[in-house]
Structure formats: C-alpha cells, structure tokens
C-alpha cells in the first residue's frame, strides 16, 4: 500500500508512534509518505520505502498565527495526487483530522477519492479536544473518518462520552519496538550514579501539568527516608523549573539528576529498578511500555488506559491519581528484593504483549478493510 501519515514530528507519543509505525511498514514493504512540518525525531535514516514531505508554512504581515491547516491541507492534495496514495492516516485528530477532511474533499473535485484513517492519541480528546473553542470541529472530522482508531478502551470510551461519534472506533494500542527497547549491559552507569547501591528510580515525560511529576519527586522524597535511592529525571517542559524548586525545598537536590531530553532513554532505563508514571490523564503511557521493555516495574496512578497496561501487583501498582502516601508504600514494596525480580520479569512479560510485530498487522487489517468499505460506498452511490 501507500500510505501517507501526518503526525506531529517531535518527542511527544503520537509522534513517536506515527513515525514508529510507518518506519515497521516500510519494512514491510508498503510506501510510507510522511506530511509534517519537520523531520519527524526517530525519522533520520534512509530506507528506500520512507519518503517525507516538509509542509511549508508561508506567513504574511497580516497573518499574525499562519494558517498551517490550510498549508497541510494543500500539501496532503499534492502528495495524495502526485505520489498516487491508498490512504491517509493522520495522527492526533488537531488539526489532523479536519485538514484530511479539507484535502479529501479538495480531490473529489479532481476526481481522486482517498480514505482517512485518524488515530485518537489522548489529549486530542480529554484535554484540548472537548474545550469548546474545538469540539464541533473535532466531533465533525472523527465523524468525517472514514476508520478512527484509539490507543486504549479507555479512550474510546472517553471519545463516546465527549463527543457525538458516530463511527465505530477500533482500538488499537501503542507498541514497542523490543529491538531498541531491551535491557542493554550499562553497569558502569549504573555504579557512577548508585555508588552505593542505591535504588534507582525514574521518570521520563514532557514535564506537562498532567503528568504530575511533583508526585514523582514526593514519593521519592518518602521513598529515600526508608531506602538508599536515586531519582533520574528524563525529558523538559512547563513544569521543570517549579520541580527543580521543589527538589531545592524538600533538600533532594543530590540524590535528583534532571537530564532534560535524550534520545537515547533506553540507556537510562536498562538500569532503573522502578519507573513512576502518576499522571492526571494518560491514554495508554508510552513511556511506561518502554521502561517495561527494559524490564522496569512500573508504579502509576490509574488515569486513563495506565491500567490496561499496567496490571496491579503484577507489573507493578496502580494507584489512585495524586495518592502519594499508598504510591510510596507500593514503591517500598516493589523495591524489597524480595519482589523486585518477579516484578522485573513480569514487566518485560507484558511488554511482550505488545510487540510491534503483534500490532502491525492490526493496523494493516484495518487499512485494507477501511479501504474495502470505502471503494464499495463508491461503487454502491
Ligand atoms: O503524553 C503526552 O503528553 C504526549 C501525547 C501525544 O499525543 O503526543 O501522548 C499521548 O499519546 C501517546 C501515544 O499514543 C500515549 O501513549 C500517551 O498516553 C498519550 N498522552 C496522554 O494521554 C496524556
């Protein structure tokens, strides 16, 4: 097939998941189109399936936001005609979802019908995309799909509640890739930062309001009262300056280390023993997948999809959102070396779960299928 994926192309999931997943169907052999306004993160290399397509934003005095919807509207017209597109899957429906409906309407004036697939990835729907200043707009282009998938039950759950959908919604949940994503030998960096043999906990996100990284930095403060323990901090955001704060306030200073955004995060999660995701929303938690990939327990709140991943007392715990006093206990007992082997290996079971090679070819079913109704809605008109 070819397929063309918009997506956002920086460090956030649905990004990392669009690009993710035209990189294994290219391996797969389909011809992956990608339509963003940059080179999207995980995107630099060279396969003779990829192809990208940079959409160019003009602006104008007059214009004092430039009109990107309408320069990805015009650019899916041309990459959807010149190159000969299957079918568009855009990622995160603003303003994806709504630009793909512009541009498919744009060619059925010239003759050329494409199918859209839009993947709901979390924000779009529980945080930005119910705000009234875009929920017509989000509830129209969901309904405008030709397929809509979500990353978790929860999710599409959520969708039916917020909006008035009436498409079917498929899920179809985050994957990893095991290759990259496994425990890898990095004892000397685990001895340069737990010289004591400390426990090492970590936190990877975008340092977003929602992802309560103050909790991270309070149960660790508990934490470190019962046990030798270090924090790593991944990623950068809104928040990080009131966390640095708060770590100067609590005294914690030398047992945090924040190391902004890396790339490379699977070096700094092969040698955590427990990963903390308490978000306030969360539709899946692609972070917590990866930690599990490398064998990391994972203590979480119970926003969103968290719990279809992370199952409570095997992979880890699941706790009420904000609950710190319980998270810090469950953190306790994982961390007792006693159980901390058993929740190891029961995190890379379930990530297992979720291999690449298991989900890929749940979105090329639904392609061909989404195709298939949408050729015969044609043929039957
Ligand atoms: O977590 C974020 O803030 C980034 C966000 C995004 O849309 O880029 O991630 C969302 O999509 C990921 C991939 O499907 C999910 O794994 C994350 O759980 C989801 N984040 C939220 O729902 C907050």
Do not use: W
């Amino acid at each position: 097939m070819k397929i063309g994926i918009v997506c956002y192309p920086t460090f956030g999931g649905s990004g990392v998941v669009a690009t993710e997943l035209g990189k294994a169907l290219a391996k797969e052999g389909h011809q992956i189109h990608f339509i963003t306004y940059r080179q999207p993160t995980r995107l630099d290399f060279f396969s003779e399936n990829l192809y990208y397509h940079e959409v160019d934003i003009k602006s104008y005095p007059l214009f004092e936001h430039a009109p990107y919807e309408l320069a990805l509207a015009s650019k899916m017209v041309n990459v959807v005609k010149y190159e000969g597109l299957d079918l568009l899957h855009v990622h995160y429906a603003i303003p994806h979802a709504s630009a793909a409906y512009m541009a498919k309407q744009i060619l059925k004036e010239e003759g050329i019908y494409i199918p859209v697939v839009t993947t709901l990835h979390g924000t779009d729907i529980t945080l930005v995309g119910k705000d009234p200043s875009y929920e017509p707009v989000v509830t129209f282009s969901i309904n405008q799909s030709d397929g809509v998938t979500a990353v978790s039950e929860d999710l599409k759950k959520d969708t039916f509640e917020h909006f008035d959908i009436k498409n079917h919604i498929e899920v179809i949940p985050n994957f990893i890739d095991l290759e990259r994503f496994k425990k890898q030998k990095k004892e000397h960096f685990k001895l340069a930062i737990c010289p004591h043999g400390e426990k090492l906990l970590v936190h990877t996100s975008n340092f977003r309001k929602v992802k309560r990284v103050e909790d991270v930095i309070r149960v660790f403060y508990q934490v470190r009262k019962s046990i030798p323990a270090k924090l790593l901090l991944v990623g950068d955001g809104p928040e990080r300056d009131k966390m640095e704060r708060l770590c100067r306030d609590l005294g914690t200073c030398d047992d945090i280390r924040f190391l902004g955004k890396l790339e490379a995060v699977e070096e700094v999660l092969s040698v955590a023993d427990l990963f903390i995701m308490p978000s306030e929303k969360e539709s899946f938690g692609l972070a917590a997948l990866e930690a599990m990939a490398c064998e990391v327990p994972i203590l979480s709140s119970n926003a969103g999809g968290i719990p279809e991943l992370n199952i409570d007392g095997v992979t880890g715990y699941v706790c009420d959102i904000g609950d710190v006093t319980t998270m810090t206990e469950k953190a306790l007992e994982i961390l007792d070396d006693k159980n901390l082997q058993r929740f190891k290996t029961n995190a890379l079971a379930r990530a297992k779960e979720f291999d690449v090679a298991k989900i890929l070819p749940l979105y090329e079913k639904f392609y061909i299928e989404t195709i298939e109704k949408f050729q015969s809605k044609f043929i039957n008109v």
